[in-house]
Structures are given as structure tokens and as C-alpha cells.
């Protein structure tokens, strides 16, 4: 019995004592990033992604962000080119924004692959609220875009 109790106050505190686990998205804030394979400007440089492209943070050390991107890719970023604002990056072949969060509304605009939005917040299950960069609001399905 004894036994017991303490492997339940063990299970216990592994479970307080657990970090809490949040996807950490970030989007790109200067007209071109580079990426690079280590934490340092004198690292090798990998490619150049542009401005407002979605990118999710892996792990933190200072001045620098191991990302992750749309396709898979892991790099690393300075700090500094990034901003907190969220963007989503379409990567179905064509996206609809649709004026309510159901697959029956209206389409007020289709979207190209690799097209960003900014996102506004999360919609019903299977949708998030966006705005197009020309100020065109509306609901996108979650499985169209990335960055959520």
C-alpha cells in the first residue's frame, strides 16, 4: 500500500513539474531573413525567407531562435528579425477566405500557395480568422494554411 502511494505522489509531481508545452509561431519583420545551420553570423548561410513568412520557435538562446518552417525545415535566425505578430502561410495549392467559418459561405478572395495572412484568431474548430494584406477579412480552413 505503501508502494503504491508513493509511485501516485511521484506520478504527481511529474506532472506539476512538467513544462507546459505552447507552439511558439513567429513571422518574419525585415524584407529578407537568413537563415543559418548554427547560432552565429558566422555560420553557414542555408536561404533567405521573406517578410511576413511564418515560422515556428524550437528552441531559444541569445540573440538567436532555432526555427522551423513551413516545408520541415530547421534553421537558425537572429532574434531581431523577427516579430511577434502571428502570420499563416498558405500551403494548399489555393486557399479560399470565406466570409463566415463554414465550408458553405461565401469565397470573397482564393489564395496561391506560399501567400501569407495575418492572423487574427482562432474560429470555430478547422478555422482561423485572417486579414489579406489588403485589409480583406475572413475565415480560412486550418488545414489550407500553416502556423497555427
Not at 495575418?118 to 489579406?132: K, L, N
Amino acid at each position: 500500500m505503501i508502494h503504491g502511494r508513493r509511485l501516485l505522489a511521484t506520478a504527481c509531481l511529474a506532472l506539476i513539474a512538467a513544462p507546459v508545452l505552447a507552439i511558439d509561431y513567429r513571422s518574419v519583420d525585415v524584407p529578407a531573413a537568413i537563415l543559418y545551420d548554427s547560432p552565429s553570423l558566422k555560420g553557414k548561410k542555408l536561404y533567405l525567407i521573406k517578410a511576413q513568412t511564418p515560422v515556428e520557435v524550437v528552441v531559444r538562446l541569445e540573440g538567436w531562435f532555432k526555427v522551423r518552417d513551413a516545408e520541415g525545415t530547421l534553421a537558425w535566425l537572429e532574434v531581431k528579425q523577427l516579430s511577434e505578430r502571428r502570420t499563416l502561410v498558405v500551403t494548399a495549392a489555393r486557399a479560399e477566405i470565406r466570409q463566415a467559418d463554414k465550408a458553405e459561405a461565401a469565397v470573397l478572395a482564393e489564395l496561391d500557395k506560399w501567400v501569407a495572412v495575418e492572423f487574427i484568431e482562432p474560429a470555430s474548430p478547422g478555422w482561423a480568422r485572417v486579414r489579406h494584406r489588403d485589409g480583406l477579412t475572413g475565415f480560412v480552413r486550418a488545414t489550407q494554411v500553416w502556423g497555427l
